[in-house]
C-alpha cells in the first residue's frame, strides 16, 4: 500500500508483469517492421517510462520522437486536448507507430490521429501499454496492446496522480476502501441539493444527479439521450435500463472518484438492486442512504415561502400540488426504506434546523461508520 497525497493505492501489478508486456508489445512490432526504420513517437508525460523499456526490447534500427498533449488540470478533464510539443519533422513517406502509455476513453488519442492526418505518412499506427477496452469508444483501432485492464484509476510506471507516483516501478490502483457511495434522499423542499453540496465538498465525492444527467444526455443528443427522447416523445417512462447505462456512463468518466451521491435514484426497489448491481460490476458497494427528515408543514412553508418566488416552479407554489408530491414520496420511498435497512445502510437524519446543524448531522453518521479515514 502505498500514499500519494490524498489518497491511498494498492499493488495492482508488478514490475516482472509490466515488462512482460512491453516485450509482447515490442515483439508484435518487430515483426511487422523488420524491414524497414519506423518512427516511434511517444505521447508525455505518461509514456516515458514504456518508451525507454520498449526502445530496449526493440532489436532493429528505429528512430523515436516525442509528442506532448494534456486535457486535465489536476484530476478533472477540460474536455479540451491541446497540443503542448508538436509532430516530428520529416516524417513524410515514413510509417509511424504512436506509443501511448494508457487508452481510456479516446478523447486524446482523437487529437494524436488529428496531428498526423495531414502528414502524409507511409502509415500510422497506434499502440498502447495499457487499454480499458470497457470505456474506449472504438472510434480509431488499437493496432498493439501489451494488457487490457478494467477501467480503474491507476498510477505508477509513468502514470501520475497530481504529478506523483510516475516514477514508481510497480502499478498501483486506488484503494477502494477509501470509497464513499451514498444515495441521498429526501421530501421536496428537505435540502437535500444543499446537502449535496456540502458532501460533495467535505469528502471530494461525485455528486451525480439523475434529472442533471438526463438533461445532459437528452441536450447533447448521445445514443442514450436519444433513446430515451423516443420513449418520452410517445409519452412512456423510460426504462431503467437506459437510466442505469447512463449512470454507469457518469461512473466511468471518473475512475479517480473517492465516491459517488446519488441524487434522484433509485426510486424503487428494482432501481436499487439494479444499483447495487451496477456498483458489484466496478467492485464498489452503496455504502450508506441518507434520508432528509422534516415536518411536511415545515417542508410546505418552506416551498411557498421560498421555493416558488426563487425557483419559479409552478409545482412549488401550488399547495395541492405540492401534498401530491410529498404522497408519491412517501408512497416511493417506504419499500426504498424497508430494503436499505435489511441491508443496515438506511439513515434517517433530521432535516429541520439551520443547514450548519443539518451537515453536522450527515457528518456524524458518515464519520460513525466509519467511512471516511481522516
Same mark, same amino acid.
Given at each position: 500500500?502505498?500514499?500519494? $497525497?490524498?489518497?491511498?493505492?494498492?499493488?495492482?501489478?508488478?514490475?516482472?508483469?509490466?515488462?512482460?508486456?512491453?516485450?509482447?508489445?515490442?515483439?508484435?512490432?518487430?515483426?511487422?517492421?523488420?524491414?524497414?526504420?519506423?518512427?516511434?513517437?511517444?505521447?508525455?508525460?505518461?509514456?516515458?517510462?514504456?518508451?525507454?523499456?520498449?526502445?530496449?526490447?526493440?532489436?532493429?534500427?528505429?528512430?523515436?520522437?516525442?509528442?506532448?498533449?494534456?486535457?486535465?488540470?489536476?484530476?478533472?478533464?477540460?474536455?479540451?486536448?491541446?497540443?503542448?510539443?508538436?509532430?516530428?519533422?520529416?516524417?513524410?513517406?515514413?510509417?509511424?507507430?504512436?506509443?501511448?502509455?494508457?487508452?481510456?476513453?479516446?478523447?486524446?488519442?482523437?487529437?494524436?490521429?488529428?496531428?498526423?492526418?495531414?502528414?502524409?505518412?507511409?502509415?500510422?499506427?497506434?499502440?498502447?501499454?495499457?487499454?480499458?477496452?470497457?470505456?474506449?469508444?472504438?472510434?480509431?483501432?488499437?493496432?498493439?496492446?501489451?494488457?487490457?485492464?478494467?477501467?480503474?484509476?491507476?498510477?505508477?510506471?509513468?502514470?501520475?496522480?497530481?504529478?506523483?507516483?510516475?516514477?514508481?516501478?510497480?502499478?498501483?490502483?486506488?484503494?477502494?476502501?477509501?470509497?464513499?457511495?451514498?444515495?441521498?434522499?429526501?421530501?421536496?423542499?428537505?435540502?437535500?441539493?444543499?446537502?449535496?453540496?456540502?458532501?460533495?465538498?467535505?469528502?471530494?465525492?461525485? $455528486?451525480?444527479?439523475?434529472?442533471?444527467?438526463?438533461?445532459?444526455?437528452?441536450?447533447?443528443?448521445?445514443?442514450?439521450?436519444?433513446?430515451?427522447?423516443?420513449?418520452?416523445?410517445?409519452?412512456?417512462?423510460?426504462?431503467?435500463?437506459?437510466?442505469?447505462?447512463?449512470?454507469?456512463?457518469?461512473?466511468?468518466? $471518473?475512475?479517480?472518484?473517492?465516491?459517488?451521491?446519488?441524487?434522484?435514484?433509485?426510486?424503487?426497489?428494482?432501481?436499487?438492486?439494479?444499483?447495487?448491481?451496477?456498483?458489484?460490476?466496478?467492485?464498489?458497494?452503496?455504502?450508506?442512504?441518507?434520508?432528509?427528515?422534516?415536518?411536511?408543514?415545515?417542508?410546505?412553508?418552506?416551498?411557498?415561502?421560498?421555493?416558488?418566488?426563487?425557483?419559479?416552479?409552478?409545482?412549488?407554489?401550488?399547495?395541492?400540488?405540492?401534498?401530491?408530491?410529498?404522497?408519491?414520496?412517501?408512497?416511493?420511498?417506504?419499500?426504498?426504506?424497508?430494503?436499505?435497512?435489511?441491508?443496515?445502510?438506511?439513515?434517517?437524519?433530521?432535516?429541520?434546523?439551520?443547514?450548519?446543524?443539518?451537515?453536522?448531522?450527515?457528518?456524524?453518521?458518515?464519520?460513525?461508520?466509519?467511512?471516511?479515514?481522516?
Amino acid at each position: 500500500m502505498i500514499q500519494l $497525497h490524498d489518497k491511498r493505492f494498492k499493488l495492482f501489478l508488478q514490475e516482472e508483469e509490466i515488462m512482460a508486456a512491453v516485450k509482447k508489445i515490442a515483439e508484435e512490432i518487430a515483426e511487422d517492421y523488420r524491414e524497414e526504420v519506423p518512427i516511434f513517437v511517444g505521447v508525455l508525460n505518461g509514456a516515458f517510462m514504456f518508451v525507454s523499456d520498449f526502445l530496449k526490447f526493440y532489436p532493429y534500427p528505429c528512430e523515436v520522437s516525442f509528442v506532448k498533449l494534456s486535457s486535465y488540470r489536476g484530476l478533472t478533464s477540460t474536455g479540451i486536448v491541446e497540443t503542448l510539443l508538436d509532430v516530428p519533422e520529416n516524417i513524410e513517406g515514413r510509417s509511424v507507430i504512436i506509443l501511448e502509455d494508457i487508452i481510456d476513453t479516446g478523447r486524446t488519442l482523437q487529437e494524436l490521429v488529428h496531428l498526423f492526418t495531414s502528414t502524409n505518412v507511409k502509415e500510422f499506427k497506434i499502440a498502447s501499454l495499457f487499454y480499458k477496452s470497457e470505456i474506449y469508444n472504438g472510434e480509431y483501432a488499437i493496432d498493439y496492446f501489451g494488457m487490457e485492464i478494467p477501467n480503474n484509476f491507476i498510477v505508477g510506471y509513468g502514470l501520475d496522480y497530481k504529478e506523483q507516483g510516475r516514477n514508481l516501478k510497480n502499478v498501483y490502483e486506488l484503494h477502494p476502501d477509501q470509497m464513499i457511495n451514498l444515495v441521498l434522499f429526501g421530501k421536496p423542499g428537505a435540502g437535500k441539493g444543499t446537502q449535496a453540496n456540502f458532501l460533495k465538498e467535505q469528502y471530494s465525492l461525485i $455528486h451525480i444527479s439523475t434529472g442533471d444527467v438526463f438533461r445532459y444526455n437528452i441536450k447533447n443528443k448521445t445514443e442514450l439521450g436519444q433513446l430515451a427522447q423516443s420513449y418520452m416523445d410517445k409519452g412512456d417512462l423510460v426504462p431503467d435500463e437506459v437510466t442505469i447505462k447512463m449512470l454507469r456512463d457518469e461512473v466511468e468518466k $471518473h475512475p479517480e472518484a473517492n465516491g459517488f451521491i446519488f441524487d434522484g435514484f433509485p426510486r424503487t426497489v428494482a432501481q436499487a438492486q439494479a444499483l447495487d448491481n451496477l456498483m458489484e460490476s466496478k467492485e464498489m458497494k452503496i455504502n450508506a442512504t441518507i434520508a432528509l427528515d422534516a415536518d411536511e408543514e415545515v417542508l410546505l412553508e418552506r416551498l411557498l415561502n421560498r421555493g416558488g418566488k426563487e425557483s419559479g416552479r409552478p409545482d412549488d407554489q401550488d399547495k395541492d400540488r405540492i401534498k401530491n408530491r410529498f404522497e408519491e414520496y412517501n408512497t416511493k420511498t417506504a419499500p426504498l426504506q424497508a430494503y436499505y435497512e435489511s441491508q443496515a445502510k438506511f439513515h434517517s437524519i433530521n432535516g429541520v434546523g439551520a443547514i450548519e446543524e443539518i451537515t453536522k448531522r450527515i457528518k456524524g453518521v458518515i464519520e460513525s461508520l466509519r467511512l471516511v479515514e481522516q
